[in-house]
């Protein structure tokens, strides 16, 4: 089985081809660009094998259908959009399950698929950073959600006259002495404050005083590996979940 997995995020369009379990290939197209030229991208990455099937998520509303007709000419098959009411396994506690995030929705599907029947706490560590708690009976209990390292950083220097915007990094120390020095302290421990409570309350509000994992991805989590605040961090934890909500609908057909 050859398997075309997709995330249409806001800055990216971040891709996968998958044989069988196996990661064969992974690619990422910008997604500011004509649709024609979207096309193109896609075209070239994936190849002329044939696709047995195509799986994907999109956080970008007003692409995702055009995304659909782009996918079904290229492979010959229609896609599977993973969203709330999708065939994925999980119960979503949600006041409005549609409004959650179809990428939070497959990174937690991804931490599942590594560590089953755990109680799990996933945070992505993007553009934005999100917590997301899971049970391990499969409800998906809500989360929290917060502006990244990266928009941190823009956000100061966009409304301040003199503080530059720097590259987010693990400062040796907390005391800066210099401005950017100090705004590196700022980004990354207030960031890592921020996680480490967040993850606490929302832990002790979902799971009680049960032991749980806590799995992280996005571009941001590696910058915090020598706290070892996560039990794993998998850069491919979106692309897994399309996978695994791939094997869902293979089963139920």
């Not at 990661?23 to 075209?43: G, T, Y």
């Not at 109680?119 to 809500?142: E, H, K, M, N, W």
């Not at 049960?210 to 590996?225: E, H, Y």
Request: glycine share 10%; aromatic share 4%.
């Amino acid at each position: 089985m050859r398997t075309l997995a997709l995330n249409i995020g806001n800055t990216t369009l971040l891709g996968a081809l998958f044989q069988g379990t196996r990661l064969s290939r992974r690619f990422r197209i910008p997604r500011a660009q004509s649709l024609r030229a979207l096309e193109a991208a896609l075209r070239s990455e994936i190849g002329t094998r044939p696709i047995d099937r195509t799986v994907y998520c999109s956080v970008v509303p007003k692409l995702t259908d055009s995304l659909a007709r782009i996918l079904k000419k290229l492979t010959g098959r229609a896609p599977f959009l993973l969203n709330a009411d999708a065939p994925h396994g999980l119960k979503i506690g949600y006041l409005e399950p549609r409004r959650l995030g179809t990428d939070r929705l497959a990174a937690v599907l991804g931490a599942r698929a590594l560590i089953p029947d755990t109680d799990l706490i996933v945070l992505d560590c993007g553009t934005a950073s999100t917590v997301t708690a899971l049970r391990a009976d499969g409800l998906l209990c809500g989360g929290a959600i917060l502006p990244g390292l990266g928009l941190w950083s823009e956000a100061l220097a966009a409304r301040t006259a003199q503080l530059p915007a720097i590259k987010a990094s693990a400062p040796a120390r907390a005391t800066g002495r210099s401005p950017e020095q100090a705004i590196a302290s700022g980004l990354y421990h207030g960031h890592l404050g921020a996680l480490e409570r967040l993850t606490a309350r929302i832990a002790a509000e979902s799971f009680g005083e049960n032991p749980f994992a806590l799995v992280a991805t996005g571009g941001n989590a590696r910058i915090f590996r020598r706290e070892k605040l996560f039990t794993h961090i998998e850069p491919e934890l979106i692309l897994l979940g399309l996978l695994a909500f791939s094997a869902n609908i293979t089963h139920d057909a």
